[in-house]
Nanobody
């Protein structure tokens, strides 16, 4: 199995930026499609962004388009979520997730599709 550890969360003012990192260990990182999800208090976990094994294909939810960018460095076994123009609505615990993908171009948007999860990192945006 793969172990995932997120970092980079914190408290930021509205309009600010953060970059989340998710370090993977335990298995061949390039076998895994990766995703970012978030969960705000009292709300269900929601899809934020996903990236294929190769890094060539990505997707994100509409509410973060143009503000969040997912990327991966397969040499460092790490996936990133660059977040700009943050607003209070982005406040949540952010989770990294992984699953084996049979084809390099695949990515996944449903939480149920992922097999491995990190512990989460808190992002708080003050207004």
């Amino acid at each position: 199995q793969v172990q995932l550890v997120e970092s980079g969360g914190g408290l930021v003012q509205a309009g600010g930026s953060l970059r989340l990192s998710c370090a993977a260990s335990g298995r061949t990182f390039t076998n895994y499609a990766m995703g970012w999800f978030r969960q705000a208090p009292g709300r269900e976990r929601e899809f934020v962004s996903a990236i294929s094994r190769s890094g060539d294909n990505t997707d994100c939810t509409d509410s973060v388009k143009g503000r969040f960018t997912i990327s991966r460095d397969n040499a460092k076994n790490t996936v990133y979520l660059q977040m700009i123009s943050l607003g209070p609505e982005d406040t949540a615990v952010y989770f990294c997730a992984a699953r084996v993908a049979s084809l390099s171009g695949y990515y996944f948007k449903r939480a149920a599709d992922y097999d491995y999860w990190g512990q989460g990192t808190q992002v708080t945006v003050s207004s």
